[in-house]
């Protein structure tokens, strides 16, 4: 069994062979993904990225994660956008919601609060914590600056030669600020391939060393990413998960619903929604166009968002991603006195009631005007996470496609960089410096 999808709630609302009528350009934007003539046909390593991937090189990630386990009370992940966000996304949904994991896996990196880098610091300060570095460059802002503090830090309680043990570098293989350090230090080091865009890197070493440091299994985490791109790459459209997505989420797109909500009914899975915000918003709002990706958590948010998704502007579409089996079982108690009035779910499992809290939500935002979609995994697995991120990562590819944008590049991400250094005064900004200031005069 692998995941599937669920589309008549959103084909209600959409004529007659609908999905037959975008059958042809789908296939077509698939093929310009496996054919390499897509638009940043540079940037597709990750397509074949799964069946790559060999049991020396997990062996050799599992190896380094167990000397960092061995020697450390927490590991810091500094990395922003795609690299910490897939890492993040598994293990927040693969953890026990109440327990710290050992050692404890951190995030750094991926904001400039001076609060969040004073308390880490703070917290870290006494413990054996080593750091995984994340970045092609080594000189994006957030994750550099939270790099040279958590360094000086780990260099200062640890030793410099032990930090040398436990500081590890996930970079560009030649290039850069961070290989520059690596290779002076002596770092433990994996390569970021230059084919493959941060957004989609979760099934290189920037997702799997923290999720292998965490203690899950990316060897069955591959397994499900390979199966997953054995179906999405080969199989004919009707019977694709991925293209059935791709073709349906643009045909809503195209007849005015212009923001897709992906509501899960898992705590678990908020990060995954994270992840999938990160993929799809770098990857298609570009160009004026572009599907606005937002996510919820239910039946947490019907008590905030529930009223504007029931009967807000008519401009989106929903997308259920939902578990058919918990991996534990709890059962409604009986109360004498049944004052709460739930005597009646007495004996029957939680899951039961959410499943039709799912269910009945659907029917309500469907009767309320709001298609609906529903992604399935059968459980909340290392396996089936791995098919979900290649999932979503092969159907954002043809979704980009069907859009006519380029899905692996984000020029508009620079535009604030650009003012930032300005204002900071960064050398060879002195022109951008001065037209700023102009403006804000």
């Known amino acids: 069994m692998n995941i599937t999808i669920e589309t008549s709630k959103a084909l209600a609302f959409l004529p007659a062979g609908a999905m037959a009528s975008i059958k042809d350009e789908t296939q077509r934007a698939l093929a310009a993904l496996t054919d390499g003539t897509s638009l940043g046909a540079d940037f597709l390593g990750w397509l074949r990225l799964p069946e790559g991937i060999t049991p020396e090189f997990l062996a050799d990630i599992q190896a380094?994660?167990?000397?960092?386990?061995?020697?450390?009370?927490?590991?810091?992940?500094?990395?922003?956008?795609?690299?910490?966000?897939?890492a993040r996304a598994v293990i927040e949904a693969l953890k026990n919601q109440f327990e710290d994991l050992s050692p404890r896996i951190l995030f750094a990196g991926n904001n400039i609060s001076e609060d969040y880098l004073a308390e880490l610091q703070d917290y870290l300060r006494g413990k054996r914590f080593g750091i995984i570095n994340i970045s092609k460059s080594g000189t994006t802002t957030e994750t550099a600056l939270a790099f040279r503090l958590l360094r000086a830090q780990c260099e200062e309680q640890m030793g410099k030669?032990?930090?040398?043990?436990?500081?590890?570098?996930?970079?560009?293989?030649?290039?850069?600020?961070?290989?520059?350090?690596?290779?002076?230090?002596?770092?433990?080091?994996?390569?970021?391939?230059?084919?493959?865009?941060?957004?989609?890197?979760?099934?290189?070493?920037?997702?799997?060393?923290p999720i292998?440091?965490?203690?899950?299994?990316?060897?069955?985490l591959v397994r499900g990413a390979q199966e997953m791109q054995q179906l999405a790459l080969t199989a004919p459209f009707e019977e694709n998960p991925a293209l059935q997505y791709a073709a349906l989420r643009n045909l809503l797109y195209r007849s005015g619903k212009k923001i897709e909500i992906l509501a899960n009914y898992q705590p678990k899975l908020h990060y995954i929604a994270e992840w999938w915000k990160q993929l799809y918003g770098e990857s298609e709002g570009k160009g004026g166009k572009g599907i606005f990706p937002a996510s919820v958590d239910l039946t947490t948010d019907l008590h905030s968002m529930g009223q504007w998704i029931q009967d807000g502007e008519r401009t989106i579409f929903e997308t259920v991603l939902s578990v058919e089996t918990p991996e534990r079982e709890v059962r409604v108690p009986s109360d004498d006195e049944n004052l709460d009035g739930l005597n009646f779910l007495a004996g029957r499992r939680v899951d039961e009631v959410n499943k039709n809290a799912e269910l009945g939500t659907q029917l309500a935002h469907i009767d309320g005007g709001v298609p609906c979609l529903r992604?399935?995994?059968?459980?909340?697995?290392?396996?089936?996470?791995?098919?979900?991120?290649?999932?979503?990562?092969?159907?954002?590819?043809?979704s980009g496609n069907l859009l006519g944008v380029n899905p692996f590049d984000q020029p508009g991400v620079e535009s604030?960089?650009?003012?930032?250094?300005?204002?900071?005064?960064?050398?060879?900004?002195?022109a951008e410096s001065q037209a700023i200031r102009q403006r804000l005069a």
């Open 64 to 86: 380094t994660a167990q000397t960092l386990c061995e020697r450390c009370d927490a590991i810091v992940v500094a990395g922003i956008g795609g690299s910490y966000l897939g």
């Open 161 to 209: 030669e032990e930090a040398r043990h436990v500081i590890v570098a996930i970079t560009d293989a030649v290039r850069g600020a961070a290989r520059t350090t690596a290779d002076k230090e002596g770092y433990k080091s994996y390569v970021i391939p230059d084919n493959v865009g941060g957004r989609f890197s979760v099934l290189t070493p920037v997702g799997l060393l």
């Open 212 to 220: 292998a440091c965490a203690g899950f299994d990316v060897e069955a």
């Open 375 to 398: 992604i399935v995994l059968p459980r909340l697995t290392e396996h089936y996470i791995g098919a979900l991120l290649y999932f979503f990562e092969v159907g954002c590819g043809v």
């Open 416 to 430: 604030y960089k650009r003012n930032m250094f300005a204002l900071l005064g960064k050398p060879g900004y002195e």
